[in-house]
């Protein structure tokens, strides 16, 4: 039974991968996959064929105990398996509601005023540096749509601005790694309590950096980015704009970034900090005036049940269903480490322990793995396998392998997912153009971090 589960999961998961090939929504076997093994881990437990363990190693078995006992610890298992996934849920819907307030407010045309030149060499400089910072604000893939929404009205060559996304990608992770809130991982990380808000940016922010400048300052030699790009710098970038449009920016990115703050005094979880955030962005767009004839009529325009409307639930589904699946591996008991009986991911932990007794090299090929296969679950299962103590080295530095290695390939991480269907960029495009620029990326920032790690 336990192979069964184990290959339930691996179906599930080469479904995802292959979500493109297939034209199958990643969602649809996330779900159902966590579903499945969730029913044969039942079915499997009650019937004494193997024994579960919870989060604090309590391992409990339907035969060798009290059969009451045995349920209400399955049960507390799942429940809070479910509760730390709901944690990371409701953050997320927070974050991307508050994203499409802004967005709604037409808050990013902001942004476009930051960029005054023709110059193809400074614009990448410009767009890099906006992608790392957002990136760590609003996240790395509401970053990168913003971004490559942006660079549509500036450079018209779609050859050229193919270029300038691949290199938004790069950028986009590289800022999301070193933040709480800038990728999804490190918000998993940062919710479980494996890393603080403090530590990541102090540990993970160099590392991060190299990472995003070295690609840039190799991609700024290219013949490509040398010249001038053609379009009025004189336009005037007040058209689009609302009279909201500032307000919403500055008070959703404030709102976002008051999260951690709010963690560190209250000691709550972040979800919490969140949906204060929330609040607070939709009470005051509920008052503002977009418009200078703003009628009732329109702002149901501008309102928060429109930016509700419009968050991707598939994603939420997603992320559900994946985090589930890999907590039911989490909580099946597969083989005895040092005579006490382990769940599978913490079986798994040890073996590569054993096979590559270097913990670093481990972490590094996670990366590259996540450029591969989502890097979500990844971390997911890396979670259940350590057991490593707040803020150590370990933690700091799959956030970061796994936050940057995704740049590697197109479809690697959201950000790249996103800038693919948006320009519609070919895989063996980015393969052949990007992926060594982000490549160097990755390994320069991974030196960066062991140094510093290793002698500071």
């Known amino acids: 039974m336990e192979s069964i589960i184990i290959l339930v999961f691996a179906i599930g998961y080469l479904s995802i991968t292959l979500e493109h090939p297939l034209k199958l929504d990643k969602t649809v076997p996330a779900l159902i996959m966590a579903a499945i093994m969730w029913a044969l881990l039942a079915v499997g437990f009650t019937s004494g064929w193997f024994n579960v363990v919870d989060t604090h190693e309590n391992v409990f078995s339907f035969l060798g105990m009290d059969h009451h006992i045995a349920e209400e610890g399955f049960n507390n298992a799942l429940l809070h398996h479910l509760g730390k996934t709901a944690e990371i849920l409701v953050f997320l819907i927070g974050a991307m509601t508050i994203v499409e307030i802004i967005d709604l407010h037409r808050g990013f045309e902001i942004l476009k005023g930051a960029v005054k030149t023709k110059k193809k060499r400074k614009l990448l400089w410009i767009i890099g540096i906006l992608a790392f910072i957002l990136s760590a604000i609003i996240d790395n893939l509401t970053a990168t749509i913003v971004l490559i929404t942006l660079l549509r009205k500036l450079v018209y060559n779609r050859d050229e ?34 890393v603080s808000a403090l530590g990541l940016i102090e540990y993970i922010v160099i590392p991060s950096i190299i990472c995003f400048v070295v690609p840039f ?91 509700l409307s419009r968050i991707e639930i598939s994603s939420i589904l997603f992320f559900l269903g994946i985090l589930m699946a890999v907590a039911a591996l989490e909580t099946l008991v ?40 989502d890097n979500v679950p990844l971390v997911a299962a890396s979670m259940g396998m350590y057991t490593a103590p707040m803020d150590a080295q370990l933690w700091h530095f799959i956030a970061y392998s796994a936050g940057t290695g995704g740049s590697m390939l197109i479809i690697g991480s959201a950000a790249g997912v996103a800038a693919m269907g948006m ?34």
């Open 217 to 307: 300052f190799i991609a700024s030699l290219l013949p490509v980015f040398k010249g001038d790009i053609y379009f009025d710098v004189n336009e005037d970038k007040e058209t689009e704009r609302l009279l909201s449009s500032k307000t919403m920016l500055f008070l959703g990115l404030g709102a976002i970034v008051s999260v951690p703050v709010f963690k560190t005094l209250t000691h709550l979880p972040p979800y919490m900090g969140m949906m204060l955030a929330l609040g607070v962005v939709w009470l005051v767009s509920e008052y503002i005036h977009p418009e200078e004839d703003f009628t009732q009529e329109r702002r149901k325009q501008y309102s928060a049940h429109k930016a």
């Open 334 to 373: 597969y083989g005895t480490i040092g005579g006490e009986e382990v769940g599978t991911l913490r079986y798994l932990a040890e073996v590569l322990q054993s096979a590559i007794p270097n913990q670093d090299v481990v972490v590094m090929m996670l990366g590259v793995f996540s450029a591969i296969i």
């Open 161 to 194: 601005r193919l270029w300038f996304a691949g290199m938004v990608v790069i950028a986009a992770n590289a800022g999301g790694a070193w933040s709480p809130i800038g990728d999804v991982t490190t918000t998993m990380l940062w919710i479980a309590d494996k």
């Open 423 to 456: 320009e519609k960029i070919d895989f063996i495009w980015y393969l052949k153009k990007i992926a060594w620029l982000a490549a160097v990326g990755f390994v320069a920032g991974a030196i960066a971090f062991l140094f510093i790690e290793n002698y500071f």
